[in-house]
């Protein structure tokens, strides 16, 4: 049931994500043209309305729209958009409580994590909290990489969005159907959950760093900006490294299939991701 709700909010984010970029086109030049109406009464140059559109044309000619405005217009959404979702962590946590102390006690803890991955109830935790933290989670994240590629369009947002997304499904469909080639049966179960696991704790604690990064004065959003890089890498190495050995516990595979667990399954998601990025970077 877990696999099947992650499969169909990935496949639904991308569906969205691909519409949104198929009715999205902004241009270059965002002046308004001159209204060919005009010349309809070039004849009647007393009449108001004439003198109406000549007020008009001489404003965007003297006064064009600059493509900054896009750029407030994208900032003042993205800060209602942090802080809804901000007020949404923190009803989860107040109604919730025990749900998010779970998450961070698995994140850092290969004995609460096993333990609570033995209790059925326990493993999905609840169903609606788990997609709602996913959902913040690709949302933070794509937030993070456009700051870094300092692409300032909504446009270049839901590109970052589609690809992480994809990812996302492509790296839970391979441990799916490859696991069980080399592994024993259900352990990809314990991957994904670890993975989904750290990922929602990710999320969380990104937020407030978002909001720092993108409407604080400098040097506090460089601070914070800083911060996040050190958080995301230690967090990926640390991540690697209890995988390893929770598999190798777990599945008393040789060597050869743990290292191979980790360049196919973590190792390549972040070439990909990485290459992806620089790509879209240039472009």
């Known amino acids: 049931m877990k696999l099947k709700a992650g499969i169909l909010l990935c496949f639904s984010l991308t569906f969205f994500s691909l519409t949104y970029s198929q009715k999205y086109h902004p241009s270059s030049d965002t002046t308004l043209p001159v209204p060919f109406t005009v010349y309809h009464f070039q004849y009647h140059q007393d009449s108001n309305l004439w003198k109406t559109h000549s007020q008009i044309i001489k404003m965007h000619l003297l006064y064009p729209e600059k493509p900054r405005e ?39 803890s290969t004995t609460s994590f096993l333990d609570n991955l033995s209790k059925k109830e326990a493993q999905s935790f609840l169903l609606i909290n788990n997609i709602i933290l996913d959902i913040i989670f690709i949302f933070s994240l794509s937030l993070f990489f456009l700051k870094l590629s300092e692409i300032r369009s909504v446009m270049g947002y839901w590109q970052i969005f589609r690809i992480i997304t994809l990812l996302y499904l492509v790296q839970i469909m391979i441990i799916r159907i490859f696991y069980r080639v080399f ?26 760093f978002l909001i720092l990064i993108y409407f604080a004065s400098p040097p506090i959003n460089k601070f914070a900006f800083e911060i996040i890089k050190v ?20 599945n008393l595979s040789n060597l050869f299939y743990v290292l191979l667990y980790l360049c196919v399954f973590e190792i390549s998601l972040y070439f990909a991701i990485i290459k992806e990025f620089i790509g879209l970077n240039h472009n």
Do not use: C, W
């Not at 896009?70 to 109604?95: E, G």
């Not at 990809?188 to 990922?199: A, C, D």
């Not at 958080?231 to 777990?250: A, G, P, T």
């Open 183 to 208: 592994f024993k049966r259900g352990t990809e179960n314990v991957h994904l959950s670890q993975i989904l696991t750290f990922n929602r704790m990710a999320g969380v604690l990104l937020i407030p």
């Open 70 to 108: 896009k750029y407030n217009l994208f900032s003042t959404y993205l800060f209602f958009a942090l802080i809804f979702m901000l007020l949404i962590v923190l009803l989860i946590r107040i109604l919730n409580p025990d749900y998010f102390l779970n998450i961070f006690r698995n994140t850092y």
């Open 231 to 250: 958080f995301l890498i230690v967090m990926i190495l640390f991540r690697l490294i209890k995988n390893y050995f929770i598999i190798k516990k777990i």
